[in-house]
């Protein structure tokens, strides 16, 4: 996208993987981005998915949507689910290939940081630098899930303690940004070594 400053006349080029249009479904950004993460993911690389924009601009649409139009986030939940059936106890090597997924999910507005699983979410909690590992959030609570009705519980959980007020442009806005991880480990089960790897 090129963008042209009037006082200069010089172009701004702005690149993108993807532009979507207001008519794009839920399922044209999965098969495009979901699968990716998805597929990245299996593979051991971590990834992020990022949304960030003005409000009204269909951030929440992308990536919570709704029960009948579910967007990115719980596309790739479900998906990270139903590919696992198809890959655990895999001998991949002479090693037993199993997964495990942990749900975290987090909210910062005015520079509290709140877990929106916890049983006590308006608690605070303090970022941390750990020497070896970078940032983290202490006390954010890690949940072990087995199946997508759980993370979906999970979703709605966590979305219902996030902060609202109204703006001129959305009447319910978002005032927080919402980060959820997916803690999704490999357990490699190796009887020539005798232990198994994560």
Do not use: W
Not at 161 to 188: K, P
């Amino acid at each position: 996208i090129y963008i042209r400053d009037p006082e200069t006349n010089k172009n701004k080029t702005f690149n993108y993987d993807y532009a979507y249009p207001e008519e794009s479904t839920q399922e044209e950004i999965h098969n495009d981005i979901g699968t990716y993460v998805i597929n990245s993911a299996f593979k051991g690389y971590n990834t992020c998915v990022f949304a960030y924009g003005q409000t009204g601009t269909g951030k929440s649409f992308c990536m919570t949507g709704s029960d009948d139009k579910p967007g990115l986030i719980p596309r790739v939940c479900q998906a990270l689910f139903e590919r696992q059936t198809t890959h655990n106890g895999l001998d991949v090597r002479n090693a037993n290939v199993n997964y495990k997924l942990e749900v975290s999910y987090l909210e910062i507005y005015s520079e509290d940081v709140r877990d929106l699983l916890s049983r006590t979410p308006t608690a605070s909690l303090r970022v941390r630098e750990h020497p070896e590992f970078g940032p983290y959030v202490e006390g954010l609570r890690q949940v072990l899930v087995e199946d997508y009705a759980t993370i979906k519980k999970l979703i709605d959980q966590g979305n219902k303690e996030r902060v609202t007020a109204s703006t001129l442009m959305n009447n319910r806005s978002s005032r927080s940004h919402a980060i959820m991880t997916l803690y999704f480990t490999q357990l490699i089960d190796e009887p020539d070594i005798g232990k198994t790897r994560e």
